[in-house]
């Protein structure tokens, strides 16, 4: 069974940072191509990053791109996203995803994580 765990949300205020994980387990984690997404309030869900199997296989969302990186640790099973300088409008739900490919449509992502929710408020 494929688990994704997100861990990291939390209030931040704007222009300050944070970091979000996502353990996976019950899959070759280093062979699926990982996202992030996020979901603000009253909103589709929408693309954040990307991280393929390849190293330094990397996508961004024009909204994000200079301030959130993502990487993974493939010994540990695990995805980031460094999230900086942000904004009231990164205020969402952010899920962590898994996929056959690196895409920015969330029908493609086969499996999915329960969501941390970031708020950024001062």
């Known amino acids: 069974q494929v688990q994704l765990l997100e861990s990291g949300g939390g209030l931040v205020q704007p222009g300050g940072s944070l970091r979000l994980s996502c353990v996976a387990s019950?899959?070759?984690?280093?062979?699926?191509?990982m996202a992030w997404f996020r979901q603000g309030p009253g909103k589709v869900r929408e693309f954040v990053a990307g991280?393929?199997?390849?190293?330094?296989?990397?996508y961004f969302a024009d909204s994000v791109k200079g301030r959130f990186t993502i990487s993974r640790e493939n010994a540990k099973n695990t995805l980031y996203l460094q999230m900086n300088t942000v904004k009231p409008e990164d205020t969402a739900v952010y899920y962590c995803?898994?996929?056959?490919?690196?895409?920015?449509?969330?029908?493609?992502?086969?499996?999915w994580g329960q969501g941390t929710q970031v708020t950024v408020s001062s």
């Open positions: 995803a898994a996929g056959s490919r690196l895409v920015d449509t969330p029908e493609i992502y086969d499996f």
């Open positions: 019950g899959l070759t984690f280093s062979t699926y191509p």
């Open positions: 991280s393929g199997w390849r190293a330094g296989s990397t």
